[in-house]
């Protein structure tokens, strides 16, 4: 096991809480559904984005190019900040990103200044005040405000073929180029990291110290999850959801929770797994539940 019992079940619980509340928030940008009785097709409409956001205009069956284009610009834009240092920028750039997403997420709750000052409040706290309880919080409700964005942009041929490129480019840069350690280590070290961080004290060395009268050396560990990792998958729950009810969706989230269970038991201390190809089978084997039900 890669992690305590303990921390493990709470690194798994607080994700699966990203995409109940992200399915949630994106539900709220989701409107009418009206069905053309020529075609038989279905119309949606869809909320508008707070501070007159647009949302990119392309092509639903092509809009996983324009996504996976966004993520390797921005992988690209990180390993520069990693091999120049740049704390300063990253941290300017995560709470921008931070901000945006939160006001979105929040704007679905509550009036637009409200959101846009929450927003605001929350990502100067998760910069210059940082703590377990906001940091891990906020992210529950990022990854919503990047779903209420994308999934109306997005189909289901789409949104599948999106996790399969992302599975395989995830275990690429573990696995081969390991430049994905390198943006984790350097957003640890930033003490800004995009996702899930739950910090723990074990041993140091790994083993207690046993004597009575005897301190025991403690260390700071983190057990972490990536953002794509909470991103994604909800992405694929929020385009279900275009066609199918809040509560018959929830099933994926159930079943990618349990998959990264598994993946978080089967795994090694001190060792790196992509984590998105574990979530994608999730995915696809929750969907083929629901066609069962």
Wanted: some cysteine; charged content about 15%; glycine content about 8%.
């Amino acid at each position: 096991m890669k992690h305590t019992a303990l921390i493990t079940l709470i690194l798994v619980g607080v994700f699966f809480l990203s995409q109940v509340v992200g399915m949630v928030i994106t539900e709220q940008y989701i409107g009418e559904r009206v069905l053309n009785e020529t075609t038989g097709k279905v119309t949606i409409t869809y909320e508008k984005l707070p501070l007159d956001m647009e949302r990119p205009e392309i092509e639903e069956s092509k809009s996983y190019l324009f996504i996976l284009g966004a993520v390797l610009l921005g992988t690209a834009i990180v390993l520069l900040l990693v091999k120049f240092r740049g704390f300063k920028l990253w941290k300017m750039w995560f709470f921008l990103s931070v901000a945006l997403c939160l006001t979105i997420a929040f704007a679905a709750f509550v009036p637009q200044i409200v959101a846009v000052l929450l927003g605001i409040g929350v990502a100067l706290l998760k910069i210059y005040k940082p703590n377990f309880i906001i940091h891990n919080l906020s992210e529950v409700f990022v990854y919503g405000g990047l779903a209420a964005i994308f999934v109306p942009i997005m189909n289901l041929y789409a949104v599948v073929i999106l996790l399969i490129l992302i599975s395989v480019y995830d275990m690429i840069a573990v696995w081969q180029s390991k430049h994905m350690v390198k943006m984790a280590q350097f957003q640890t070290e930033s003490k800004v990291f995009a996702g899930i961080s739950i910090p723990y004290q074990i041993p140091k060395g790994g083993k207690a110290v046993e004597g009575k009268g005897r301190k025991v050396k403690e260390e700071i560990k983190s057990a972490i999850l990536g953002g794509g990792d909470i991103g994604f998958p909800l992405l694929f729950a929020g385009v279900l959801m275009k066609s199918m009810s809040f509560a018959k969706v929830l099933i994926v989230p159930v079943v990618v929770s349990l998959a990264l269970l598994l993946l978080l038991l089967m795994a090694k201390k001190d060792k790196f797994y992509p984590a998105m190809p574990f979530i994608t089978i999730g995915c696809f084997v929750g969907y083929g539940i629901l066609w069962l039900i």
